[in-house]
């Protein structure tokens, strides 16, 4: 079972629409999630981290956590064509700290 | 000032080569990664320091090693290229990995292209 896995898309979403992306992950004893997007040709940069079950809200982020069914979800309220990129999910593994990341999710916001 | 630095920023070379990547932070972090993220942009871990010392060393070949002279520099050298070892290698840094909050910050990414 990979360790981190994402949907690699392309996920089309209208403008002003809902975007949802969705991880799961393997080890039940990790701590804390991230996730990051990354534009074409440039480096991974962090949206929002979240580390306890519920939602954690940052303007038009929301990101979701359920640790019991080992799933981390991201929603982008009034998607806007500049949150077209890729986002990468990515889990702190609680046997050895290692930050491991999916393989990434291709959005794209049409206008 | 950029925070991650990395250079150069793109290598072309031939297989079988010798080549080295070089990375510095000034955010004043304890930890040092490598990343290599392939065509299918998929961020691999390959190393990690933690103030000069190893800490991570996932499986990759012998061809590739790591080296941290001090906690803000951490280079990559890679004998006899291959041509699978085509892909971005990004130089990250982090505070405590082991933190709830511990956000990787990237540097920009060197493109190595082997022919």
């Known amino acids: 079972q990979k360790e981190v896995e994402q949907n690699s898309g392309p996920l089309s979403v209208p403008e002003g629409a809902i975007a949802s992306l969705n991880c799961t992950y393997s080890d039940r004893g990790s701590q804390s999630f991230f996730w990051y997007r990354q534009y074409s040709g440039k480096s991974p940069e962090l949206i929002m981290f979240?580390?306890?079950?519920g939602d954690k809200e940052d303007g038009r982020f929301t990101a979701q956590l359920n640790k019991a069914s080992q799933y981390v979800s991201l929603l982008i309220r009034d998607s806007q064509p500049s949150d077209s990129a890729t986002y990468l999910c990515a889990v702190t593994m609680n046997r050895d700290d290692k930050i491991i990341f999916g393989k990434g999710t291709r959005l794209h916001i049409l206008p | 000032d950029t925070a991650v630095s990395q250079t150069p920023k793109y290598l072309v070379t031939q297989m079988g080569n010798d080549k080295s990547i070089k990375c510095e932070q000034n955010?004043?972090?304890?930890?040092m990664y490598w990343y290599k993220q392939d065509s299918k942009k998929f961020l691999k871990i390959m190393f990690s320091?933690?103030?000069?010392?190893?800490?991570i060393n996932e499986t990759v070949p012998n061809r590739f090693s790591p080296k941290s002279p001090d906690k803000a520099h951490l280079n990559l050298h890679i004998n006899s290229l291959e041509l699978g070892d085509s892909a971005v290698y990004f130089c990250a840094s982090s505070q405590d990995p082991r933190s709830l909050s511990g956000e990787l910050f990237f540097g920009e990414g060197s493109r190595l292209t082997v022919l």
């Open positions: 955010l004043g972090h304890d930890t």
């Open positions: 979240i580390y306890s079950n």
């Open positions: 320091y933690n103030n000069k010392e190893l800490i």
